[in-house]
């Protein structure tokens, strides 16, 4: 199985920028696919950017394109979500997921992290 730790959340103004990442751990078997959640306070979850297990194919929500933007250091066991120009509407907790990139990107993935706040004030 795969253990996923995001990290990187804060609190930012409305125009700013962070980083989140999400390392990935324990013994596995096989290549993943890896995305990235968020959920607001009395919000479903969405989905906010996807990437293929070699880099070489992302997605992203289009409230975040052209904004947001996913990679992953597969060396490291790492996907990044870099975040510009954050709006006040970005905050949320943001979660890390992993499996074939049809799961990640539906939602219905294996395995989860347990999520970084993310608070962009206005």
């Known amino acids: 199985q795969v253990h996923l730790v995001e990290s990187g959340g804060g609190l930012v103004q409305a125009g700013g920028s962070l980083r989140l990442s999400c390392a990935a751990s324990?013994?596995?078997?096989?290549?993943?696919?890896m995305g990235w959640f968020r959920q607001a306070p009395g919000k479903e979850r969405e989905f906010v950017a996807a990437i293929s297990w070699s880099g070489g194919s992302t997605y992203y929500a289009n409230s975040v394109k052209g904004r947001f933007t996913i990679s992953r250091d597969n060396a490291k066991n790492t996907v990044y979500l870099q975040m510009n120009s954050l709006k006040p509407e970005d905050t949320a907790v943001y979660y890390c997921?992993?499996?074939?990139?049809?799961?990640?990107?539906?939602?219905?993935?294996?395995?989860w992290g347990q999520g970084t706040q993310v608070t962009v004030s206005s």
């Open positions: 997921n992993a499996d074939q990139i049809v799961k990640v990107v539906a939602g219905s993935s294996d395995y």
């Open positions: 324990g013994r596995t078997f096989n290549s993943y696919a």
